[in-house]
């Protein structure tokens, strides 16, 4: 079992900066795959970003490429999401996630199926 726990989220303004952090525990996080979605209201949950186990594979969702890096700390057991250039539709609750297979097909990381456990969420709104 692993527990994801976010934080770093709150208000930014447009062209702003925030960043989140997903904090999990045990001692296998190494093992994990890590990736980040978002749900705006009356929206289905998307995915943002996906980092593979050392860190060294990263994947991102057009809307928020050159924008956000994805990135994590194995020793801290952590995962960020540095989020740049911030725009009023970047707004949603914000979740961490972790996924303990590997699929080589991209279009897999992008499945929230995909992953196995869950954080509770943080919320992110951007003012314009």
């Known amino acids: 079992q692993v527990q994801l726990v976010e934080s770093g989220g709150g208000l930014a303004q447009d062209g702003g900066s925030l960043r989140l952090s997903c904090a999990t525990s045990?001692?296998?996080?190494?093992?994990?795959?890590m990736g980040w979605f978002r749900q705006a209201p009356g929206k289905e949950r998307e995915f943002v970003a996906r980092i593979s186990r050392s860190g060294g594979v990263t994947f991102y969702a057009d809307s928020v490429k050159g924008r956000f890096t994805i990135s994590r700390d194995n020793a801290k057991n952590t995962v960020y999401l540095q989020m740049n250039s911030l725009k009023p539709e970047d707004t949603a609750v914000y979740y961490c996630?972790?996924?303990?297979?590997?699929?080589?097909?991209?279009?897999?990381?992008?499945?929230?199926?995909?992953?196995?456990?869950w954080g509770q969420g943080t919320q992110v709104t951007v003012s314009s």
């Open positions: 045990g001692r296998t996080f190494s093992m994990y795959h």
């Open positions: 996630a972790a996924a303990s297979g590997y699929y080589p097909d991209s279009g897999y990381w992008t499945r929230s199926t995909t992953y196995d456990y």
